[in-house]
């Protein structure tokens, strides 16, 4: 094949992961210097000659149409390779483009802003939590409030920031009326946005803050005790999970605190043991 024929079939499937994905994957982040195969003849589409030696009538040598354009080969250049944190906030700058014009669920009608999450770009900690309230659907930012404040107060207290090596989201990324909580379609509709977020992240942890976001990460459709799952490790894509009390349980109920920092006590020794280096980052 030829090098232009190559940065055809390059597009063709760069656009096509990006229909699937929802947006583009790291394998297609830039485009690669196409050579020409070696070979006696290289033209794409032309019949080899016959037995005799006689030169078989060629064919047209362009079979594929695309309406992307392609660079002539002497234009083609190489892309900068980008770091991981580069590639990671260009992407999820894209899914967060996404969320703020998604309309697959009702909450959408209700919003004044889609809430996408925040943080740094190579996390150590991913941090889920429910479903943003009326602070963060006025901010468009995730756990402003007063829970926020208090989460902020715990992470700290851990040595972890959503500046230094926290991402925070939600489960879904705009408020329920009333703050009631989110209904199983409404996580749905949101579950392709938070599992790109992980995927792109790739955190080293997963702190889940209560009930909702374990169900939905879980997949849980009984009923259960948050105690289930606390004080101990599971995995969701093979990214170790830790659960705790959501903030505003911890503000109704100021029993769930002495629990709630045994938990981040119990992610803080699990963060010590495997990535000592993560307060300095």
């Not at 996404?98 to 697959?104: D, G």
């Not at 009608?109 to 939590?129: Q, W």
């Not at 829970?147 to 700290?156: H, I, N, Q, T, Y």
Request: aromatic share 8%; glycine share 6%.
């Amino acid at each position: 094949m030829t090098k232009e024929e190559k940065e055809i079939l390059f597009n063709l499937l760069k656009k096509a992961s990006g229909q699937i994905n929802g947006y583009t994957t790291e394998n297609f982040a830039s485009c690669p210097v196409f050579e020409d195969d070696k070979s006696e003849d290289t033209t794409f589409g032309r019949a080899a000659e016959n037995q005799t030696g006689n030169a078989a009538t060629p064919v047209p040598e362009t079979v594929f149409h695309t309406s992307e354009t392609v660079h002539s080969p002497e234009n083609v250049q190489a892309a900068p390779e980008m770091s991981p944190e580069a590639f990671a906030k260009l992407k999820l700058t894209e899914i967060s483009e996404k969320i703020q014009r998604c309309s697959n669920c009702v909450l959408s009608s209700t919003r004044k802003n889609a809430v996408p999450g925040e943080g740094v770009f190579t996390p150590h900690v991913l941090v889920i939590g429910e479903a943003p309230g009326e602070d963060e659907d006025l901010s468009g930012r995730p756990f402003v409030g007063k829970a926020g404040e208090l989460l902020d107060k715990m992470l700290a207290a851990i040595g972890l920031s959503r500046n230094a090596n926290c991402f925070i989201a939600n489960t879904v990324k705009c408020r329920p009326p009333k703050n009631r909580d989110p209904q199983s379609e409404e996580m749905s509709a949101c579950r392709s946005f938070l599992d790109a977020q992980i995927t792109i992240l790739k955190p080293k942890y997963i702190l889940l803050l209560g009930k909702v976001s374990v169900r939905d990460i879980f997949g849980l459709k009984d009923e259960f005790s948050l105690s289930q799952y606390r004080q101990k490790l599971f995995e969701y894509h093979k990214i170790p999970v830790v659960v705790t009390y959501h903030p505003s349980a911890l503000l109704r109920n100021p029993e769930y605190k002495k629990p709630a920092w045994e938990d981040l006590k119990f992610l803080g020794t699990e963060l010590r043991k495997n990535y000592p280096e993560y307060t300095k980052k």
